[in-house]
C-alpha cells in the first residue's frame, strides 16, 4: 500500500507558473505508475497526465498539453506537476493518483488505487 501526500497548490496569476509535487510513502516507489487528475466545481474529475513506473512514458490531456509536465524522482519518492502558461479554467482540485502496474495509458480513474487529498490551485484573471 502507498499513502500520497500532494503539496504546492495555491493561488497564482492567468499566465504564471506552479510546481506540484506528490510525495509517496514505500519502498516501491519505482513500480508505481502515476497520474494527476483535477476537478473543478460543479465538474467531474478528469484526467490530466500520467506517467509509467520508469518514467519513460507519459500522457497529457489535450487541455493542458504544451503547459503542463510531469516527471518524477524515485530517488525522492516523488512525482512533480509542472504547469505553465496557468488559465483560469485550470483552477480545480489537483489530485494525485497511483497504481502499482507496468501497463502504459492509464487515463482514467478508475485504474488508479491510490489517492492523495487534493492540493487547491486557483488562477486568477
Known amino acids: 500500500q502507498v499513502q500520497l501526500v500532494e503539496s504546492g497548490g495555491g493561488l497564482v496569476q492567468a499566465g504564471g507558473s506552479l510546481r506540484l509535487s506528490c510525495t509517496a510513502s514505500?519502498?516501491?516507489?519505482?513500480?508505481?505508475?502515476f497520474g494527476w487528475f483535477r476537478q473543478a466545481p460543479g465538474k467531474e474529475r478528469e484526467f490530466v497526465t500520467t506517467?509509467?513506473?520508469?518514467?519513460?512514458?507519459?500522457s497529457y490531456a489535450d487541455s493542458v498539453k504544451g503547459r503542463f509536465t510531469i516527471s518524477r524522482d524515485n530517488a525522492k519518492n516523488t512525482v512533480y506537476l509542472d504547469m505553465n502558461s496557468l488559465k483560469p479554467e485550470d483552477t480545480a482540485v489537483y489530485y494525485c493518483?497511483?497504481?502499482?502496474?507496468?501497463?502504459?495509458?492509464?487515463?482514467?480513474?478508475?485504474?488508479?488505487?491510490?489517492w492523495g487529498q487534493g492540493t487547491q490551485v486557483t488562477v486568477s484573471s
Open positions: 493518483a497511483a497504481t502499482l502496474t507496468y501497463l502504459n495509458y492509464r487515463t482514467t480513474s478508475a485504474m488508479y488505487d491510490y
Open positions: 514505500g519502498r516501491t516507489f519505482s513500480r508505481y505508475t
Open positions: 506517467i509509467n513506473y520508469s518514467g519513460a512514458y507519459t
